[in-house]
């Protein structure tokens, strides 16, 4: 474990806010929807592939983050990303059509991935044990906080312009660059870096993905994040259209989700041990199948509203952010001689389930929320099937 000048606190909230950008950079400009089809003479679909135009580019891209970061050094790897990303937002907020928005949507996502991946290792690297679990359950609580935020903050800058949504990203993104630079050390040495080459790169990621332990649980920690996720990129059409909800409303679904994923981490940080992973991760499962199971009889028995279409999903985040600590550090454990490499690995699979969520699975569910119901049980069968063959199991 290496020694650090700043206190576990502040950096636990520097990396959360490197953490976060990804969510902010999907959900921000959500409540814009609407405005964004009239001034970009675009559709409802064109706008929503919008968001597979970030998800792609930042899933494979993930792959290379860590790599990279392996190579040059984490501090180096996150001045690069988010100084693309501030270019980027601000080529979205000046874009004249939909095909402008694409082509910096595309940048974004290149770039995005560069803190959230970075900021993984960097916990692995800075802290063990169950210190480990605990700065990560610190890091998930307050990354946690953005999905709730970015939307109540799109909706309110949306009465200024939909442009001042993507100025803010780029404020946002150069703050956290000042913040890692002035706080974070650089936890790669010189000594310790890995030479970057594509061959090296294919060689690790075949000793990766060749290991089957690593498979089961970032493909289980993946569709776990995917069961909720489908609610973030189905939201314009879930809660304006199928709920009722205005879309400076947002906050009516994120506050009490994000807030189901506070308190999963929060119950995972007084976890860390005092329970051993395999109970924690049980009790995780058990509580997301008994809510997956509550929505989908909601969806088909009650009427529509906002409370009981809501509250499931919302506590089915308690369970998701149970397990994630645990399972995160299970994966990046395995591989601990390229962990920024593991990080990505782990990056990928999550964002690539998303992307796929984004592009097909939502637009073909997205007619009720009771196929999005039946798409978060999907998800989580997936990702148990996956676990149960774990060591965690």
């Known amino acids: 474990m290496l020694k650090h000048r700043s206190s576990p606190l502040v950096l636990s909230v520097v990396l959360a806010g490197l953490a976060a950008l990804a969510p902010f950079a999907i959900d921000t400009y959500l409540p814009a929807f609407p ?33 990279i970061s392996d190579s040059i050094g984490r501090i180096t790897t996150i001045k690069w990303g988010l100084g693309v990303f501030v270019f980027a937002s601000i080529g979205c907020a000046f874009a004249p059509n939909i095909e402008t928005l ?19 290792a960097m916990v692995r690297d800075l802290f063990e044990g169950a210190q480990a679990q605990r700065v990560m359950a610190t890091v998930q609580m307050l990354f946690g906080i953005a999905p709730a935020v970015a939307p109540i903050i799109g909706g309110l800058l949306l009465g200024i ?17 000042w913040a890692a630079i002035r706080y974070l050390p650089e936890t790669m040495p010189v000594d310790k870096r890995m030479p970057l080459s594509a061959k090296q790169v294919i060689k690790d990621y075949r000793i990766i993905f060749g290991d089957k332990e ?14 909720f996720f489908i609610y973030v990129l189905a939201s314009p059409v879930f809660l304006v259209k199928h709920l009722g ?19 999963g981490s929060y119950f995972a ?29 909601v969806c088909f028995i009650l009427p529509t509203h906002p409370i009981y279409n809501i ?9 998701m952010a149970l397990a994630m600590p645990v399972l995160s550090l299970a994966a990046l454990d395995r591989h601990p001689k390229i962990r920024g490499t593991a990080a ?44 149960r063959k774990s060591k965690v199991w």
């Open 344 to 387: 990505s690995g782990q990056a990928f699979i999550q964002m690539l389930l998303s992307t796929v969520s984004a592009g097909l699975i939502v637009p073909l569910l997205w007619y009720a929320p009771s196929g999005l119901a039946l798409a978060m049980a999907g998800y989580l069968v997936f990702g148990w099937l996956m676990i």
């Open 214 to 227: 690593f498979n089961y649980v970032v493909f289980a920690l993946g569709a776990n994040f995917a069961g």
């Open 102 to 120: 694409w082509f910096f949507r595309v940048l974004q996502g290149l770039s995005g991935g560069a803190g959230n991946v970075v900021a993984r």
């Open 311 to 319: 509250l499931p999903v919302a506590l089915f985040n308690v369970g």
């Open 35 to 67: 405005t964004l089809e009239t001034a970009l003479h675009s559709t409802p679909l064109e706008l929503q592939q919008s968001l597979t135009f970030y998800l792609l580019p930042y899933a494979l891209m993930t792959l290379w983050h860590g790599a």
């Open 161 to 177: 312009h939909w442009q001042a949504i993507f100025i803010f990203l780029a404020l946002y993104s150069s703050f956290s660059l």
């Open 245 to 263: 909800l205005s879309q400076h409303q947002f906050g009516y679904m994120f506050i009490p989700t994000v807030c189901g994923m506070i308190l």
């Open 269 to 297: 940080k007084r976890a860390a041990g005092r329970y051993s992973r395999q109970k924690v991760v049980k009790a995780a499962y058990a509580w997301m199948a008994a809510m997956a199971i509550l929505n989908v009889l």
